[in-house]
């Protein structure tokens, strides 16, 4: 069974970085296509960013673009979303999803089968 779960959460300070992990066990990461999601309070859940390391495609939303980037740790079956220059709009839960890989890259929330537990990333301004 596949199972995330995700790590680093925090409390940091405007323009501040935080890096989230997430690590998968029941499968490897060349078998799935990644998502990060984030849901702040009283909002949809929306992408953040969503990957297929094989293929090497990422999209990233444009709340986020130029600020955060994702990377893994093969060794470690674990990847990584690095959140630079953090504003209090970035404060949410974070999770990190899975969907086994396809001709596609999924950016949507439905498309994705397999969830974290969620970490939470608040920003103090």
């Known amino acids: 069974e596949v199972q995330l779960v995700e790590s680093g959460g925090g409390l940091v300070q405007t323009g501040g970085s935080l890096r989230l992990s997430c690590a998968l066990s029941?499968?490897?990461?060349?078998?799935?296509?990644v998502g990060w999601f984030r849901q702040a309070p009283g909002k949809e859940r929306e992408g953040v960013a969503c990957?297929?390391?094989?293929?090497?495609?990422?999209y990233y939303g444009d709340p986020v673009k130029g600020r955060f980037a994702v990377s893994s740790d093969h060794a470690k079956n674990t990847v990584y979303l690095q959140m630079n220059s953090l504003k209090p709009e970035d404060t949410a839960v974070y999770y990190c999803?899975?969907?086994?890989?396809?001709?596609?890259?999924?950016?949507?929330?439905?498309?994705?089968?397999?969830w974290g537990q969620g970490t939470q990333v608040t920003v103090s301004s």
């Open positions: 990957f297929s390391l094989p293929d090497r495609v990422f």
């Open positions: 029941g499968g490897t990461f060349d078998d799935y296509t």
């Open positions: 999803a899975a969907v086994p890989r396809g001709l596609t890259v999924p950016t949507r929330v439905h498309e994705y089968d397999y």
